[in-house]
């Protein structure tokens, strides 16, 4: 029997995908009447972000499952799960799977606002679906950016279903809890910020912060962008 937290948290996490689907139309529509020579770019950027959403839909309906029926999940997912209800209760982040302080350990600094909102809503499931929605945030930024390097919506259509169909994708979001893929978003962002946006001074401080971000939810996320120093 399900508990009424539960059913509060998949309800607001419903509502938040929705909400941000038809905002996200809206812009997309928008853009479109502005430029009428994109008419066919439109549908590319329609079927990524229908795919995105199916993506959402598809791990969703996977991890409730498995949760609830088939038991399956990864040592992460309970291990993580213990780390972030002992943050909402004001204690040390020791997880007692694998014997460590996991902030001191892996400088998991993302974890203090998923331990606010496990705070209000305490259910394992509503951390598993803010993953997912925080991935597949993250594989549209990678096609938003492709779409303006590449100038080739078809290949960047190509790159993100390779990327939504890769089986590391499956194994990594079957119940399984990660910092790796909220730093993934914030990669994802910060590159958005930094070559599909234009050059300006707003832009450059979301690059900043989202790069910030990134490198507060895993110890080494700081040599990507090492790299990208190199690089810029």
């Not at 329609?46 to 598809?58: G, K, P, R, S, W």
């Not at 892996?106 to 993953?131: D, G, M, N, S, V």
């Not at 080739?152 to 119940?175: D, E, M």
């Not at 730093?183 to 912060?209: D, G, R």
Request: charged share 10%.
């Amino acid at each position: 029997m399900k508990t009424p937290t539960t059913i509060y948290s998949i309800i607001i996490f419903w509502a938040i995908v929705f909400l941000t689907i038809k905002q996200a139309s809206k812009k997309i529509i928008t853009s479109n009447k502005s430029t009428p020579a994109s008419t066919n770019n439109k549908y590319y950027k329609y079927t990524a972000f229908i795919l995105t959403t199916l993506t959402i839909i598809f791990y969703s309906t996977i991890n409730y499952l498995a949760f609830h029926s088939i038991s399956v999940f990864n040592r992460d997912f309970p291990s993580n799960i213990q780390v972030i209800w002992k943050l909402s209760q004001n204690l040390k982040p020791i997880t007692t799977i694998f014997h460590f302080h996991m902030i001191e350990n892996h400088w998991t600094l993302i974890y203090f606002p998923l331990a606010l909102i496990y705070k209000l809503f305490p259910h394992p499931l509503l951390i598993a679906f803010i993953t997912i929605l925080t991935f597949a945030s993250g594989a549209l930024l990678i096609y938003l950016i492709a779409e303006k390097k590449l100038k080739n919506p078809k290949l960047s259509l190509a790159l993100l279903i390779s990327l939504l169909l890769n089986p590391y994708v499956f194994q990594g979001l079957l119940l399984r809890i990660n910092s790796d893929i909220f730093s993934f978003f914030f990669i994802s962002l910060a590159f958005y910020f930094l070559i599909a946006k234009e050059n300006t001074t707003k832009n450059n401080l979301l690059f900043i912060a989202s790069s910030l971000a990134a490198m507060s939810c895993k110890e080494d996320i700081s040599l990507y962008f090492i790299v990208i120093g190199f690089w810029i």
